[in-house]
């Protein structure tokens, strides 16, 4: 009898080791995992920071303040919350660390504020103004957000000489804001557009950014109007150079658009009244200006075709009725394909450069133009003096026909009772 009990107490031994065991190694599971969130805990953001409307500084000791000018004296993790402007924050080259979820600097109708010298980094947005008036972001660098500024509904905003590269999304974002000047920038290797603009974007001035290897287009434009884009070097973007969308007035001048892998400029429907000189339109896939419907009024002259895809293109059967030239003796482009002769040596080509049945460059150049020129254009069709007299007539003309049609029904209705 005592042999047939051996083989049960092993089994009663064998399972309690195996629970032992089984107990220590969730015990071993446990603390890994409880050292691990004390870790996680350590690295955690400080949390959201505020610079208070009487000046003071909640949420970190690495502020520190000298009247209105705050300065950086470490590095720095968690949200910046402005509840009062008029004040100079100053980085003095440290980081501040944000998370996906939240924007690294947030003023919200905060106005006459200049931030500089600051790294931000893993932020939903690294910078992000709204309705704010008069601020300046300058000489930061801004990496591994996923927008890296974002203007919304703000105006009179400067943005200078700031390293905005490596955003998953877009580098600078306007969003109806008014009067931005966006300059000497590097706006390298971002996810989406690199500089975009939407919404009812008014009198603003793009100038002197380097717009490299952007993931859509170098820059984006819907709903612009009276701004300028000038003298920007735009490279490599996967889509478009420029990219207008429903806008007018605008004037795109002295920049260099090259490699990008659709078209240079592209004008996207109901472009019109926008200004096309002096730009260098080199070597992009598709081509060099795409016209699309009806973006048929704009003024394209002194710019350099050179070894695009196509040249350019307009929507079938529209004409740019402002034209592809500045007449004569300005002239009109410089088209690296053009097979013309200047028998008179005047630097203007004998024969037109045609683009398709309804648009041609008349005065095409014969050499490439030096769009650095201080030479003024003028670039703005006038009408002759007679023509509102003679729209103002055809409309009298107009309302009178209607008025007297309406006369006529009027009476016949009054017959027929």
Not at 58 to 68: A, L, M, S, V, Y
Not at 131 to 147: D, E, K
Request: a negative charge.
């Amino acid at each position: 009898m005592t042999k047939t009990l051996f083989p049960h107490v092993k089994v009663v031994i064998f399972r309690y080791k195996m629970r032992v065991k089984s107990t220590i190694l969730v015990l071993l599971v446990l603390s890994v995992v409880f050292v691990s969130f004390q870790q996680i805990e350590v690295v955690k953001a400080q949390g959201t920071i505020y610079i208070r409307a009487d000046g003071t500084v909640e949420g970190t000791d690495k502020i520190q303040r000298d009247g209105n000018i705050y300065t950086f004296t470490g590095n720095i993790s968690g949200a910046i919350i402005f509840e009062k402007g008029g004040i100079v924050i100053d980085g003095n080259g440290y980081t501040l660390t944000g998370d996906a979820n939240n924007h690294g600097f947030y003023l919200n109708h905060i106005n006459d504020t200049i931030i500089k010298n600051v790294r931000i980094e893993s932020c939903n947005n690294g910078f992000y103004l709204r309705l704010s008036l008069n601020n300046t972001i300058t000489g930061n660098t801004v990496t591994g957000n996923n927008v890296g500024i974002y203007l919304r509904s703000s105006k009179n905003t400067l943005i200078t000489e700031n390293n905005v590269l490596n955003n998953d999304q877009i580098g600078i974002y306007c969003f109806r804001s008014k009067n931005a000047i966006i300059t000497n920038n590097m706006v390298t290797n971002n996810g989406g557009n690199g500089i975009e603009s939407e919404s009812s974007m008014e009198n603003c001035y793009l100038s002197e950014n380097e717009i490299l290897n952007s993931g859509l287009n170098g820059i984006k434009m819907d709903w612009a109007t009276n701004t300028t884009i000038t003298e920007n070097e735009i490279q490599n973007s996967a889509e478009n150079g420029i990219r207008v969308y429903e806008s007018r007035n605008n004037t795109i001048s002295k920049n260099n658009i090259e490699d990008n892998k659709a078209n240079g400029i592209y004008l996207h429907t109901y472009c019109f009244h926008n200004v096309i000189l002096l730009n260098n339109i080199t070597s992009n896939s598709e081509y060099g200006i795409d016209n699309n419907r009806y973006s048929a009024i704009n003024l394209i002259h002194h710019n350099n075709f050179i070894d695009n895809g196509n040249q350019t293109t307009t929507y079938p059967g529209e004409t740019n009725t402002w034209g592809w030239d500045n007449g004569f003796p300005s002239g009109g482009n410089y088209w690296s394909d053009y097979n013309g002769t200047d028998n008179n040596g005047d630097g203007i080509g004998d024969t037109p450069y045609i683009i398709n049945e309804n648009n041609q460059d008349n005065y095409p150049l014969m050499n490439p133009f030096d769009i650095s020129t201080t030479q003024e254009f003028s670039t703005i069709p006038e009408f002759p003096s007679w023509t509102p007299l003679l729209i103002m007539l055809l409309a009298v003309v107009a309302v009178a026909v209607i008025y007297r049609r309406i006369i006529h029904t009027r009476n016949q209705e009054r017959r027929g009772q």
